[in-house]
């Protein structure tokens, strides 16, 4: 079956850091590779999609690309805010599905 | 335009007794899901709705949990008699169907506690 294995957290930052938040994927065929986000007190939104291989999402500064021959989908954000604070959900669909399998969430922390 | 509404935000109860989450998805979504997260784990899919029929409800983790979507508009989710494990954040999305791909919309989550 399809799994998301993403990094455990807390990660905390200092404003302005690098951020990578890496993900690895198990999954049969071509899935859709996904980033989601949780506020505080919000709902899960998606951040950035990558639907093939070498595709790369991005959104708000946040980039990840498909790499299909390593199964990964990394996040990464060259200079992270106070206000990127919050947890990260990388997830995959498998073709013709709409419901994700999720990871187990990373939570960023970020420091003035 | 509202977005996906959750009701209650949290809730705190005692093993045995029985809660209902309330989803009210955004307006003209065909499409609604539940999804849970236990501490620290995945969010788990529960079941899918299109319009008041269960799509897809293999999910469920057993017959403790009921779900409903009278009339194809808000949906609620029964959990009884409530135990230990139950304990999480309740997720709720909705999705349009027309169109090609169509993200789904989540709302805030309820935080489910079971003493």
């Known amino acids: 079956g399809n799994s998301v294995t993403q990094m455990e957290g807390p990660v905390t930052l200092s404003e302005e850091a690098f951020l990578t938040i890496n993900c690895t994927y198990t999954a049969t065929g071509y899935p859709s590779l996904f980033w989601y986000v949780q506020y505080p007190g919000e709902g899960l939104q998606l951040l950035l999609k990558?639907?093939?291989?070498?595709d790369k999402g991005s959104n708000k500064g946040f980039e990840a690309t498909y790499r299909k021959e390593t199964t990964s989908f990394h996040l990464e954000k060259g200079s992270v805010q106070v206000s990127d604070s919050a947890v990260y959900f990388c997830a995959l669909t498998s073709l013709g599905s709409y419901i994700p399998t999720f990871g187990r969430g990373t939570s960023l922390i970020v420091h003035p | 335009e509202a977005g996906v509404t959750q009701f209650p935000s949290h809730s705190v109860i005692e093993k045995g007794q029985t809660v209902t989450l309330r989803c009210d998805p955004i307006s003209g979504h065909d499409n609604l899901y539940w999804y849970r997260r236990v501490m620290g784990k995945e969010i788990k899919f529960l079941l899918h709705?299109?319009?008041?029929?269960?799509?897809?409800e293999s999910g469920m983790p057993n017959n403790r949990f009921l779900a409903e979507r009278t009339g194809g508009t808000y949906s609620t989710l029964k959990v009884q008699p409530a135990e230990l494990e139950d304990s999480g954040v309740y997720f709720c999305?909705?999705?349009?169907?027309?169109?090609?791909?169509?993200?789904?919309?989540f709302g805030p989550g309820t935080r489910l506690t079971v003493l």
């Open positions: 999305a909705s999705r349009q169907t027309s169109g090609s791909y169509n993200e789904q919309f």
């Open positions: 990558a639907t093939k291989a070498d």
């Open positions: 709705f299109v319009k008041e029929s269960k799509q897809d």
